[in-house]
């Protein structure tokens, strides 16, 4: 995939920024779409069906989490990258856009250079995506990349996309050690700020869903899954 058919939604309040980001990114070939608040960028998203989305938080009419959300719900943009670009720096309002179904997380102000490196990095993850196996089977588990959907046992497991991801990243190598800033850099994305704990907790949850056994720590190093 070129760059010219690869489009972005752009989503801010702030006519500058729509105008910066927007002229950096068109001039480095991509097609650039923008929404000045939430609402509008649903309907965009619906209609455009973007790769990439980059969203602002504070908004008015509906803030960026909230359109996070109405996103993730829509069958057609579950592979849609989303990352939010916000001077918001708080733990909270990081962990609220996570929670949201968010890829990443980008700080304002940032230099346009820096920016566009990172919207490169992101949009590398579609590459991986489309030569990655889409049906993992491992035993009695099933990963249905397409479909964000878990199979054990037979039985259907409804994941959030963040541990949907963790364990589709672990289980794509099994008995591979993964090491934890490798997990946050695929996973969450190497800009991001998270907790120190933040992997263990995602971890212990898919333990309790997927099974204790599949899931080994590397005390001081990271994770692995376990057949």
């Known amino acids: 995939m070129n760059k010219k058919e690869i489009t972005i939604l752009l989503v801010d309040d ?3 920024i729509l105008e910066i980001v927007g002229y950096n990114l068109n001039a480095e070939g991509y097609s650039v779409i923008t929404a000045e608040n939430g609402i509008e960028a649903v309907k965009l998203a619906k209609k455009k069906k973007p790769h990439l989305i980059i969203l602002d938080v504070m908004m008015p009419e509906m803030d960026g989490i909230e359109a996070c959300e109405h996103i993730r719900k ?3 943009l579950k592979n849609t990258i989303i990352t939010f670009l916000t001077a918001r720096g708080e733990d909270y309002s990081q962990v609220a856009g996570f929670d949201a179904g968010a890829d990443d997380y980008i700080t304002k102000p940032i230099r346009p250079k820096v920016l566009v490196s990172k ?8 590459k991986e995506e489309e030569n990655s196996d889409n049906v993992v ?3 009695d588990l099933v990963i249905n990349r397409d479909e964000y959907k ?8 409804v994941l959030p996309r963040k541990e949907f991801e963790l364990l589709s990243l672990l289980a794509s190598k099994p008995g591979k ?8 850099d695929k996973v969450w994305g190497n800009e991001v700020i998270v907790g120190g704990r933040t992997i263990d907790v995602h971890i212990r949850k898919l333990r309790e869903k997927i099974g ?7 005390k001081g190093v990271g994770y692995k899954f376990v057949v």
């Not at 878990?150 to 497991?157: A, S």
């Not at 204790?212 to 590397?218: E, L, P, W």
């Open 119 to 126: 919207v490169k990095a992101l949009l590398r993850r579609l």
């Open 177 to 184: 050690v993964f090491k934890r800033e490798d997990i946050l």
């Open 150 to 157: 878990i199979i054990k046992d037979k039985k259907e497991i």
């Open 74 to 76: 829509i069958p057609d």
């Open 14 to 16: 702030e006519p500058d």
């Open 137 to 139: 089977k491992i035993g």
């Open 212 to 218: 204790d056994d599949s899931f080994k720590t590397i």
